[in-house]
């Protein structure tokens, strides 16, 4: 049994920072590329940022410059510092990975639960 569990959500000004945190548990063999993801009320869910297990990045236009993703690969952990939030940047996030668990060849992406950002103005 593999698990995500995001954390680090909340309520912030415009222009407030947050850092989210997205812990991958259980029979774990390895990790692949980990993201983050978002999806704002009557919106389809849309790519954040990813990173690669060698730490490659890939970032949403509209996060360049403002979001930074990391990760832990030794805690199998993937961060998203968010700064000068906006309130268009309220959404449900979500963190992915691509994840191969103990005894078994192919990898699998594995999603979080979410955790609820909302930037008031």
């Known amino acids: 049994q593999v698990q995500l569990v995001e954390s680090g959500g909340g309520l912030v000004q415009a222009g407030g920072s947050l850092r989210l945190s997205c812990g991958a548990s259980?029979?774990?063999?390895?990790?692949?590329?980990m993201g983050w993801y978002r999806q704002a009320p009557g919106k389809q869910r849309e790519l954040v940022a990813t990173i690669t297990r060698g730490g490659s990045t890939n970032y949403a236009d509209s996060v360049k410059g403002r979001f930074t993703i990391s990760r832990d690969n030794a805690k199998n952990t993937v961060y998203l510092q968010m700064s000068d939030l906006k309130p268009e940047d309220t959404a449900a996030y979500y963190c992915n990975a691509d994840i191969r668990q103990l005894y078994m060849m192919t990898y699998r992406v594995r999603w979080g639960q979410g955790t609820q950002v909302t930037v008031s103005s």
């Open positions: 259980g029979s774990i063999s390895s990790i692949n590329d």
